[in-house]
Nanobody, 123 residues
Framework: QVQLVESGGGLVQAGGSLRLSCAAS????????MGWFRQAPGKEREFVST????????YYADSVKGRFTISRDNAKNTLYLQMNSLKPEDTAVYYC????????????????WGQGTQVTVSS
C-alpha cells in the first residue's frame, strides 16, 4: 500500500503560481512512477503530467506544457507540481497518483490515489 496526501492548493489570480506537493508513505516511493491528474466539475479526470521513478523522465499534457513542471524528491518521499502562468481553465481538484507502469497518461493504470487538493484560478 502507498498512502498519498496532496497539499498546496488554493485560490490564485490568473497569471499567478502555485506549487502542489504530494507526500507518500508506505511502500518505497521510488518504486513507483508518479502522476498528476485534475478534475473540474462536470468533467472527466484529466491527465496533467507524469514522471519516472528516478525523476529523469517527464511527460506533460499539451494544455500545461511550458507552464507546469513536475518533479520528485525520493529522499523526502515527495512529488511536486510547480504551476506557473495559471489560467481560469486550470481550476480543478488536483490528484497525485502512483503506478508501477512507465509514464502512462491513463488514469486506470494508476494503482494508488490521493484525496485531491482544490486549485481555483480567478480571472
Amino acid at each position: 500500500q502507498v498512502q498519498l496526501v496532496e497539499s498546496g492548493g488554493g485560490l490564485v489570480q490568473a497569471g499567478g503560481s502555485l506549487r502542489l506537493s504530494c507526500a507518500a508513505s508506505g511502500r518505497t516511493f521510488s518504486s513507483y512512477a508518479m502522476g498528476w491528474f485534475r478534475q473540474a466539475p462536470g468533467k472527466e479526470r484529466e491527465f496533467v503530467s507524469t514522471i519516472t521513478r528516478s525523476g529523469e523522465g517527464t511527460y506533460y499534457a499539451d494544455s500545461v506544457k511550458g507552464r507546469f513542471t513536475i518533479s520528485r524528491d525520493n529522499a523526502k518521499n515527495t512529488l511536486y507540481l510547480q504551476m506557473n502562468s495559471l489560467k481560469p481553465e486550470d481550476t480543478a481538484v488536483y490528484y497525485c497518483a502512483a503506478t508501477r507502469r512507465l509514464l502512462t497518461p491513463t488514469p486506470y493504470q494508476y494503482d494508488y490515489w490521493g484525496q485531491g487538493t482544490q486549485v481555483t484560478v480567478s480571472s
